[in-house]
């Protein structure tokens, strides 16, 4: 069974920094793709970046570019994303999926196991 628990998550003012964690376990196909979403409070959930088990290709949503970093540790089958310069408008329960798709994506529609989430809340 699919597992996906997202940490490290927190306040923080703007332009600190924050490393996300989702620790996934049970995936056995041979390729997937974890990917970061967020959703503020009124909003629908975004993708904010993505990355994939068969290359590492990553992709980013534009209003992150340059500022965040996605990376994994497959010793560990953890994905991570480094969150750096960040702003009040990142605030936003962040969620790490998994899609079996086979290829890189960023809709949220394409994505089968979902984490519970965590808060990410930037102000001063």
């Known amino acids: 069974q699919f597992k996906l628990v997202e940490s490290g998550g927190g306040l923080v003012q703007p332009g600190g920094s924050l490393r996300l964690s989702c620790a996934n376990s049970g995936f056995t196909l041979p390729y997937y793709t974890i990917g970061w979403f967020r959703q503020a409070p009124g909003k629908e959930r975004e993708g904010v970046s993505c990355i994939s088990s068969q290359d590492g290709l990553t992709y980013y949503v534009d209003s992150v570019k340059g500022r965040f970093t996605i990376s994994r540790d497959n010793a560990n089958s953890t994905v991570y994303l480094q969150m750096n310069s960040l702003k009040p408008e990142d605030t936003a329960v962040y969620y790490c999926?998994?899609?079996?798709?086979?290829?890189?994506?960023?809709?949220?529609?394409?994505?089968?196991?979902w984490g519970r989430g965590t808060q990410v809340t930037v102000s001063s």
């Open positions: 999926a998994a899609s079996t798709l086979g290829i890189p994506t960023m809709t949220v529609r394409t994505y089968d196991y």
